[in-house]
């Protein structure tokens, strides 16, 4: 979102997925959207169909870069290194749009001498990608006449991940692939309303319409319409929170709908700190391993079958949930609680429908003014902005970028000279591995939701390496290993997985009761995004049963 | 084509198509080249029953129940897949196309099993359908169905071979290809690759094929067990469309509710998500507010 908002001032995806059906090039990138968001890949399929090309860039030989017409197999967290290279090699072919870096953009110098020491060769050793891939997918990007570029967590979950977006955004500036049908760049969400929360203001810095906390004439209006004076300074991000907590300056937490115990890195380190808060509050639909932590628990009813509302899409789509069954008894609305607990500490707030709140928010935000309830329902879902009760903009953004009239293009959206930098979990002779993390196709998050069925896809967590590093280790399939890094150690089964390459472990967050992966992560991360390194950790790997236990 | 929104100012548009006029039932219509016959009479209200058609899939072609006349014609036409031409005729109700829909009425109906096929029962009355005409010792593809994993049931005793869970599965959709057919002739028969159970096949358990069966052979598990106890009642059921838990994509899913427990999930083949497409998680990731 940071990425987004630094190049274009919106954070959205500029593209909608029915424009990825009709493009020519698709690069997905740290994206392993098969099984992380299958049906958005229906419309990556679609466009192979039509005969698009695919490159998937990725540590991992990944189910998605199985589709790919090549796979650009990277070290992990080298991202920015690729990015510079190929930014470099378009420039050195001629290849950028001079017109539109020219008319829509500024800072191509310092981004031209940014990228200048990343030849192919460079960046082949950095990143482990041959020179003749680079330039493969170099030269597929910029010579197509439309183009997408997508990516999800394995951009972001970075010490670096908001760079990382600038870069690739880059790319998409340098080529003029943006702001045009068929041609843009998208973050894939990877939670039904990660993009409505935050255009709802649910961001430390950011007040409801996305408008920034620090912007006097943004918060003079909603003071206006609250009756109130929102505090002129950004509050915390999850990250910096547990460092007051650290602190002992933050001393009672509210957690809604989240497990933190089991999500965070460097989770061995997590749980002491919510013990010692004075008071904690977890509103859940579950007696999730942070709510048993809690002084108190609020019952929550499920906001996506159980309560009304709306939520926003990866492509910028609000829509409609709606109330299909009764919650368990005792268990209430997100809405009903906040307001109950807003008139027990005080204050004069009515009890409000989901649409009276929505209305409320329309007030405010004029890309969403459009969204009537009746507007949602007649579309079937309304892509920001939506400024209109009864018409529909087009489906991307930034449109302004082409306009022929200076005036009429607004902000030029910058490039980023952006410096690549290693992982800060760095290996060396006692972690020599890397352990990078991800999801699977039948799970989700910390399996709180999904971890209620079960499918014939599921094998078991375990711990996936490639089988020349096992064999190094004397290592066969099930076997039980240690994992350390240079937080903690887990043991679980071993699983020999071809599309790993030599030095990658791979392992998914989904099931930290059995394999709590999180004990290994760093709790390191990207200062502006709070975002921590979860894709890569230093590990050594040991077998840890005494006997070979070929199973 | 893809649905990009054509309102919007700006926005991408197909190429225009020719205005094509032609006659059906009697009736003057204006179509657009490339519509279809069958697209043409639902728009017209003219009710022409189909089986194997799926309206998120391109058409079969293959049970032969949407056959119309089209003067000039030798043979009946399917309507599913024949596109409208300047000037065409079309009878969708006449003595050909009922005779022809009842003998395909009685084939299916003698060697299959539509007892979950909606509207059969309707229509076999409507065309005089008497599938039991052929004597107690036809063929059938009558055999036990196939449950071998806690998702869903294949029931091939209920399958008219319409191919579109093959298509759904393979390159239409879903690109899993863990779907195709199997032997020839009668014994031609839907199967995983080599006759496999299904866990040890590709199929990653989307569920798509369920969505575009039109006879019930493929099956939730919930639903099956319902309809084996004799709970399953459509009539006590509510259908409420929200947006999916997982992930950013926003697919909607139909929530069919009976006393207040999710028994089946759909997504509406209309949607510009999903065109009635799901993955595992939302098709059957429902259980954790049972």
């Known amino acids: 979102m940071i990425g987004l908002i630094t190049?274009?001032?919106?954070?959205?995806?500029?593209?909608?997925?029915?424009?990825?059906?009709?493009?020519?090039?698709?690069?997905?990138?740290?994206?392993?959207?098969?099984?992380?968001?299958?049906?958005?890949?229906?419309?990556?399929?679609?466009?192979?169909?039509?005969?698009?090309?695919?490159?998937?860039?990725?540590?991992?030989?990944?189910?998605?870069?199985?589709?790919?017409?090549?796979?650009?197999?990277?070290?992990?967290?080298?991202?920015?290194?690729?990015?510079?290279?190929?930014?470099?090699?378009?420039?050195?072919?001629?290849?950028?749009?001079?017109?539109?870096?020219?008319?829509?953009?500024?800072g191509f110098e310092e981004y031209r001498a940014c990228v200048e020491p990343w030849t192919l060769e460079r960046a082949e050793q950095v990143t482990g990608v041959p020179a003749e891939a680079i330039r493969e997918l170099t030269h597929a990007y910029a010579t197509a006449a439309h183009a997408q570029l997508g990516w999800t967590?394995?951009?972001?979950?970075?010490?670096?991940?908001?760079?990382?977006?600038?870069?690739?955004?880059?790319?998409?500036?340098?080529?003029?692939?943006?702001?045009?049908?068929?041609?843009?760049?998208?973050?894939?969400?990877?939670?039904?309303?990660?993009?409505?929360?935050?255009?709802?203001?649910?961001?430390?810095?950011?007040?409801?319409?996305?408008?920034?906390?620090?912007?006097?004439?943004?918060?003079?209006?909603?003071?206006?319409?609250?009756?109130?004076?929102?505090?002129?300074?950004?509050?915390?991000?999850?990250?910096?929170?547990?460092?007051a907590m650290e602190r002992k300056e933050?001393?009672?937490?509210?957690?809604?709908?989240e497990n933190p115990a089991q999500s965070e890195p460097n989770s061995g380190h997590v749980v002491p700190l919510l013990e010692g808060l004075d008071h904690l509050v977890v509103q859940d639909l579950f007696l999730t391993r942070t709510a048993q932590l809690a002084d108190v628990v609020l019952p929550a009813s499920a906001a996506w079958c159980e309560s009304e509302g709306t939520v926003t899409n990866s492509e910028r789509r609000v829509q409609r949930v709606r109330k299909a069954v009764e919650p368990p008894s005792g268990a209430r609305d997100d809405i009903d609680i906040i307001t109950a607990l807003a008139q027990a500490l005080g204050a004069d707030w009515p009890d409000q429908t989901a649409q009276q709140v929505w209305d409320e928010l329309r007030s405010v935000s004029p890309d969403h003014f459009g969204m009537t309830y009746e507007h949602l329902e007649a579309a079937g879902g309304l892509q920001w902005p939506c400024p209109s009760t009864d018409r529909e903009e087009v489906p991307y953004l930034h449109a302004r970028l082409w306009a022929a009239e200076p005036a009429d293009r607004g902000r030029p959206a910058p490039f980023s000279s952006v410096e690549w930098k290693p992982p800060l979990d760095a290996l060396d002779a006692d972690f020599p591995l890397r352990l990078t993390t991800g999801r699977r196709l039948d799970s989700y998050n910390t399996g709180v939701q999904s971890g209620a069925f079960s499918t014939p896809l599921d094998a078991g967590e375990t711990v996936d390496m490639n089988p020349d590093d096992a064999s190094a280790h004397a290592l066969a399939e099930g076997d039980r290993v240690r994992v350390s890094s240079r937080r903690g150690s887990i043991e679980g089964p071993v699983h020999l997985d071809p599309s790993l390459r030599p030095g990658l472990v791979f392992m998914s967050i989904h099931a930290p009761d059995v394999l709590d992966v999180n004990v290994l992560v760093?709790?390191?991360?990207?200062?502006?995004?709070?975002?921590?390194?979860?894709?890569?950790?230093?590990?050594?790997v040991e077998r840890a049963d005494p006997v070979p236990s070929h199973t | 084509m893809s649905d990009v929104r054509t309102s919007a100012p700006g926005t991408p548009v197909a190429p225009p198509r020719r205005k094509v006029?032609?006659?059906?039932?009697?009736?003057?219509?204006?179509?657009?080249?490339?519509?279809?016959?069958?697209?043409?009479?639902?728009?017209?209200?003219?009710?022409v029953p189909t089986l194997c058609y799926g309206d998120t899939l391109e058409p079969a072609n293959a049970c032969r129940l949407c056959m119309v006349e089209v003067e000039g014609a030798r043979v009946l036409v399917p309507s599913c897949s024949r596109e409208v031409e300047p000037d065409m005729n079309v009878t969708t109700d006449s003595a050909r196309t009922r005779h022809a829909r009842r003998m395909v009425l009685e084939l299916l109906g003698s060697s299959v099993d539509l007892s979950t096929t909606p509207r059969v029962e309707a229509w076999m009355a409507e065309f005089g359908a008497d599938p039991t005409r052929f004597g107690a010792d036809v063929a059938t593809v009558a055999q036990p169905a196939k449950v071998d994993n806690n998702l869903y049931v294949r029931d091939y005793a209920k399958c008219i071979l319409c191919y579109q869970c093959v298509d759904a599965c393979g390159e239409q959709f879903q690109n899993t290809f863990a779907i195709s057919v199997a032997g020839r002739g009668f014994d031609a028969r839907i199967a995983v690759e080599f006759d496999a159970a299904l866990p040890d096949s590709a199929c990653v358990y989307c569920g798509n094929c369920i969505a575009v069966c039109p006879t019930g052979a493929l099956m939730p598990s919930t639903e099956f067990d319902m309809r084996a106890d004799g709970t399953w009642d459509v009539s006590r059921q509510s259908e409420t469309t929200t947006v999916c838990p997982y992930c950013g994509v926003g697919c909607n899913l139909t929530l069919h509710v009976q006393d207040n427990r999710i028994v089946k999930v759909t997504s509406p083949n209309d949607h510009s998500i999903t065109s009635g497409n799901l993955c595992v998680k939302g098709r059957f990731g429902f259980t954790h507010v049972q």
């Open chain 1, 7 to 106: 190049a274009f001032g919106a954070s959205g995806g500029t593209s909608s997925y029915a424009e990825v059906e009709n493009t020519d090039v698709i690069v997905l990138w740290g994206s392993n959207a098969r099984e992380a968001h299958p049906i958005f890949f229906h419309h990556v399929l679609k466009a192979l169909h039509r005969g698009a090309r695919l490159y998937v860039v990725d540590p991992r030989r990944t189910p998605t870069a199985r589709f790919a017409d090549r796979w650009i197999g990277l070290n992990v967290g080298t991202d920015i290194a690729l990015a510079h290279a190929v930014g470099r090699e378009i420039i050195a072919s001629g290849l950028h749009h001079s017109e539109f870096v020219a008319n829509a953009t500024q």
């Open chain 1, 153 to 243: 967590l394995g951009i972001t979950e970075h010490i670096t991940g908001v760079d990382n977006v600038l870069a690739l955004i880059n790319l998409s500036i340098l080529t003029g692939h943006v702001g045009r049908p068929y041609s843009g760049v998208q973050p894939l969400r990877g939670q039904n309303n990660v993009q409505g929360g935050g255009d709802m203001g649910a961001l430390p810095n950011r007040l409801p319409g996305f408008r920034d906390v620090e912007d006097t004439e943004a918060r003079a209006r909603l003071d206006r319409v609250w009756g109130t004076s929102i505090p002129p300074r950004n509050g915390m991000h999850l990250t910096s929170m547990f460092e």
């Open chain 1, 250 to 257: 933050l001393r009672a937490v509210y957690v809604v709908g």
């Open chain 1, 522 to 540: 760093s709790e390191a991360s990207d200062p502006r995004s709070g975002v921590a390194e979860f894709k890569a950790t230093a590990v050594r």
């Open chain 2, 21 to 47: 006029t032609l006659t059906v039932d009697g009736t003057e219509t204006v179509a657009r080249e490339g519509d279809t016959i069958l697209s043409v009479c639902r728009s017209l209200g003219i009710d």
